[in-house]
């Protein structure tokens, strides 16, 4: 039976995979190999390590597959609380994001290539190459803080939709929508100033929590059945 408790934990199930996998391609891969300014070390780690970069790539598309069905299902979960509200929270979660984890994939796939110093690039000398490559890579950084208003701005439908439905806890729609702003705020300083973006994500990052409390609670708790 495709009970409501049912709809929560396949929603919680798919929140979570999509976070780990994303996790695993947007964190934890690039910080072993990418070396902050200094676009050499970072080349010969990414030339020395080219199958765990490649396993970068992957999971970085896999966790974009994924995120694609997040909120679908959250749609299927709660669009009953409000219809438009599922729909905007489906078009910002979902068709506003996915797509940058694609485009994203190519300023990686170009940094692999300089990296590996194709024949056609043998224009370029080595130390050409690796400043080339670390440039992808930039982009590749400010495309996902650019793409960090909408990881923002999707938590407003969300968390205004776990609020209104009577079968989630409203503290967590609460921390949902704060969630949204602060990571607006960590967007918007990353675009106009970058130098203080890790610190701004350092004062902001406890309140983005509201999106592991709700991902687990779905997994774990599901959603309340009320007796009628």
């Given at each position: 039976?495709?009970?409501?408790?049912?709809r929560?934990?396949?929603?919680?199930?798919?929140?979570?995979?999509a976070?780990?996998?994303?996790?695993?391609?947007?964190?934890?891969i690039?910080?072993?190999l990418?070396?902050k300014?200094?676009?050499t070390?970072?080349?010969?780690?990414?030339?020395?390590?080219?199958?765990?970069?490649?396993?970068?790539?992957v999971?970085?598309l896999?966790?974009?597959?994924l995120w694609?069905?997040?909120?679908?299902?959250?749609?299927r979960?709660?669009?009953?609380?409000?219809?438009t509200?599922?729909v905007?929270?489906?078009?910002?979660?979902?068709?506003?994001?996915t797509p940058?984890f694609?485009?994203n994939?190519?300023?990686d796939a170009?940094?692999?290539q300089l990296v590996r110093?194709a024949?056609?690039?043998?224009?370029f000398?080595?130390?050409?190459?690796?400043?080339?490559?670390?440039?992808?890579?930039r982009?590749?950084?400010?495309?996902e803080?650019?793409?960090l208003i909408?990881?923002?701005?999707?938590?407003?439908?969300?968390?205004v939709?776990?609020?209104?439905?009577?079968?989630?806890?409203?503290?967590?729609?609460?921390w949902?929508v704060?969630?949204?702003?602060?990571?607006?705020?960590?967007?918007?300083t990353?675009?106009?100033q970058?130098?203080f973006?890790?610190?701004a994500?350092?004062i902001?990052?406890p309140?983005t929590?509201?999106e592991?409390?709700i991902m687990?609670?779905l997994?774990?708790?599901g959603a309340?059945?009320?007796?009628?």
């Amino acid at each position: 039976m495709d009970s409501i408790k049912t709809r929560a934990r396949i929603a919680g199930a798919l929140y979570v995979s999509a976070s780990l996998i994303g996790i695993i391609g947007l964190l934890i891969i690039p910080s072993m190999l990418i070396v902050k300014g200094n676009a050499t070390a970072t080349a010969n780690n990414i030339a020395a390590h080219e199958s765990l970069f490649r396993w970068k790539i992957v999971c970085y598309l896999l966790g974009g597959v994924l995120w694609l069905f997040v909120p679908l299902a959250l749609y299927r979960l709660l669009s009953g609380v409000n219809k438009t509200l599922a729909v905007l929270m489906v078009i910002l979660g979902s068709l506003m994001q996915t797509p940058l984890f694609v485009i994203n994939t190519v300023t990686d796939a170009a940094a692999l290539q300089l990296v590996r110093g194709a024949d056609f690039l043998s224009v370029f000398d080595k130390p050409q190459r690796d400043a080339l490559a670390m440039l992808c890579l930039r982009l590749h950084a400010q495309i996902e803080v650019a793409g960090l208003i909408f990881a923002g701005l999707w938590l407003f439908p969300f968390g205004v939709l776990v609020y209104k439905s009577r079968f989630l806890p409203r503290l967590l729609g609460i921390w949902l929508v704060v969630a949204c702003f602060a990571w607006l705020g960590i967007a918007f300083t990353g675009l106009l100033q970058p130098e203080f973006q890790s610190k701004a994500f350092s004062i902001a990052q406890p309140f983005t929590f509201g999106e592991f409390a709700i991902m687990f609670w779905l997994l774990i708790r599901g959603a309340k059945v009320e007796n009628k």
